[in-house]
């Protein structure tokens, strides 16, 4: 298979096509205007990726402030609120190109760690986020609907100071 894909800002135009991909790759879904009010906040953050001219693919994110999980003090943090690459074009990078530029945007807007929730059942995404050298915080129990865990994954920007783990 020719494995040629290219990443580019999400435009609203492309709003059915994620809204698609979200509903069959995950079940947290959402309505249109929620994907377009996080472009509306940090568009330089919500990537999506083709494929032979398809949309394939996406990341949104947001920019949060609050405590730094390194640290005690205020820190902007950049929150991955949603990812997915459509179930035959994965394993070839794209989901972790993804994460990538969804990081190098949220950097731009002056955020200095990442963090994200993921089922404790998604074993296919937990080994991304960990090659991407995120690592499990904590759990946060019966985080979703139906009553699953969550992991809750962060990861320090490149120059963000360690003070170790202070939420367990
Ligand atoms: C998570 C997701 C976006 C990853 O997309 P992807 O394009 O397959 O990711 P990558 O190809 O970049 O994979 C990155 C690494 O993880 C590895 N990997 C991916 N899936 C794996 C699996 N099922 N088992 C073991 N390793 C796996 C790849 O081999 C790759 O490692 P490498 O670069 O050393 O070869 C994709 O699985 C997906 O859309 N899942 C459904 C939606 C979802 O769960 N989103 C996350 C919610 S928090």
Redesign the pocket.
Known sequence: MNSSYTLRQFQPDDIKWVVSINQR??P?NYPEQFFLGLHYHAPKAFFVAEYKDEII?YIMCRIERGISGFGRLPAKKGH?V??????T???????????TAGMKGMRDYGATEFF????KS????V???E??EYTVRRVLRGYYRDGEDAYLMVKKGDDTTEEGPIDE
Request: aromatic share 2%.
């Open positions: 790759c995950l947290e693919g991955i949603s990812v997915a690459v459509l179930q074009l994965r394993c070839m990078g794209i989901g972790s190109a993804l994460i994200l929730e993921v089922r998604n074993e296919e995404a080994v991304v986020y090659k991407l």
